[in-house]
């Protein structure tokens, strides 16, 4: 099976940035999507940012204009700039892509945003 390894989270000050790396195993050339998620204690996963093959980008209302998804140059990779980060940002960050019309996930890499 796709394995999607997740790295960059870790504990930020309010205000500041983490950058969020996803890679794919080899056997995903080009991911027709990715995306990142993420899922608070209690809370239900939700979708933070997707980005398509053709470039296109998505993001929740509640993280534009902080953060940034994008794709590495051998498509199998996605990054998440987050700046501005708060408090309420806290959550395990999931990656997600979509190949051949199946989804595959990575294991979570946590952020904690916190004074």
């Known amino acids: 099976q796709v394995q999607l390894v997740e790295s960059g989270g870790g504990l930020v000050q309010p205000g500041g940035s983490l950058r969020l790396s996803c890679t794919a195993s080899?056997?995903?050339?080009?991911?027709?999507?990715m995306a990142w998620y993420r899922q608070a204690p209690g809370k239900q996963r939700e979708v933070v940012a997707t980005i398509t093959s053709g470039g296109g980008t998505n993001y929740a209302d509640s993280v534009k204009g902080r953060f940034t998804i994008s794709r590495g140059n051998a498509q199998n990779t996605v990054y998440l700039q987050m700046n501005s980060l708060k408090p309420e940002d806290t959550a395990v960050y999931y990656c997600?892509?979509?190949?051949?019309?199946?989804?595959?996930w990575g294991q979570g890499t946590q952020v904690t945003v916190s004074s």
């Open positions: 997600n892509a979509l190949y051949m019309g199946s989804h595959y």
């Open positions: 080899r056997s995903i050339k080009a991911p027709n999507a």
